[in-house]
């Protein structure tokens, strides 16, 4: 592989930074956050070395599900700031090498939209079959429900039509029809219109839920191949902007997930977000041990060499651990969030990590190092560079979204609207403001920001973690997560203990002779390399990232 093919899938070894404008920074003081003041911040992010900016929903809506209820698919919500804001700051972004993408939700509307007021006016509405209603009785479909606490089927009936409509999320939520070609159409419309005002791609909401309209919809012979329309969106994309890449929210099984790439041959989602990964890491947290880690990324599907994985540990949405088993999520509920405050939908917690860690530095940081060097794409949910915390007295997902913390000062920097006036309050308690923000730990050489920036630095100088072979090296401590990605004549060796005793481990190293040394990427000692191996002592929740010229066995500058 050559360094220069590295630009061109770009997303192979991005590192992606995922941000809600309202709660970022308000440049009008009026207590929410806006496209001004996300202008301002993007030197900050430049700074801290990210190079994809996924801005969730920013289109106008009622804001029942915290935008991802759009109203309008080719709008900017006015309390954000104007298409023209909007502009200057994927502009500001490019200049500074970092690329824009946007949350595309096509899998349903707000029944605010003026397409499901008409829709539901008349079954001769031009816009009923943008949605999917059926006439009959439905059955229970409980079980179907993605919010538990607020619903209990996944149709409702519309009382002046007399039919029911789909939503798989929330009522003020109907499905769209992306069966109906007019709604393909529509959906083309807008991916070609953002991508014309500079977007580098999309964040693709709830894709299994869309493609299963499309399913259902195949059943009775309306449509075709459901992953044929990912195909076309991927190609329609594709000739519109060389360059753009669609992230996909698909938490299914590996296995299943091979088919939303798009099999061996790929054309369909470039990423999605490994969430089995993700709950592995969580058991193998709580129980100090790699094993389950190991057996996620050993269970990856071989993927096409153009896709990748996106690695996170956290976003806007529960920490769902529904991929676990029963006994597994409860080990990790008692471990990570045993109260019911805690807990969200049977299925998941509301917490951030740091608090989840009991706020354990050592703890934090090897969660850090773990998402930079596993294989993939690490993305950033903001407020995760300086350990913020969460409002468990907040609504269910909200107790994640609180305003992201910039000085130790009022509203912690947030916003100069009186503190009633924000849409959000910061934290409080022990990871209020005052104690975690962005001013004071960016001044210090020992603060979680500087951790997270140089591993961020040592991500993008080591190509070998999102484009080379990895592989889990065997050893015998169950504690610790030993891997390895190749590229062409590098490896990377990255070493993670997550158990609370130190550990000392002889590592094979194949392809090292015995005269080299391992470079220590994030600036330790060098390592001497002896016997076809290493031998490394970690401490508790200690972690090493090696670097060793294979062929040679010499240190790679
Ligand atoms: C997934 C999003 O991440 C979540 O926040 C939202 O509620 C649902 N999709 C519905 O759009």
Redesign the pocket.
Known sequence: MKVTDTSDLWWKNAVIYSLDIETYDDSNADGVGDLGGLARRIDYLAELGITCLWLMPFYPSPDR??G?DIKDFYGVDDRLGNHGQLVEVIRTAHDRGIRVIADL?VNHTSDQHPWFKSARRSVDSPYRDFYVWRDTEPPDTSHQVVFPDQEDSIWELDERTEQWYLHH?YKH?PDLNVANPKVRDELMRVIGFWIELGIDGFRV??VPFFLDDVETQEAEGLAGNPHDLLRRIRAFLGRRKGSAMMLG?VNVTHKKQLAYFGGDHGGQLDMMFDFVTMQATYLAMARGDARPLARALAGRPQIHPACQWATFLRN??ELTLDKLSDAEREEVFAAFGPQEEMQIYGRGLKRRLPPMLQGDPRRIRMSYSLLFSLPGTPTLYYGEEIGMGEDLALEGRMAVRTPMQWTAGKNGGFSAAPPSKLMAQPVPGGYAPEHVNVADQQEDPDSLWTHVHSLITAYRRCPEIGWGEARIIEQPHHGVLAHRCDLDDSALLAVHNLAAEPVTLQLPVEGSDSSSVAEDVLGREPVALTGGGVELTLEGYGFRWLRVHQSRGALMA
């Open positions: 599900d915290d991802y939700i999320f939520q909401d709830a929210e806007h949405d």
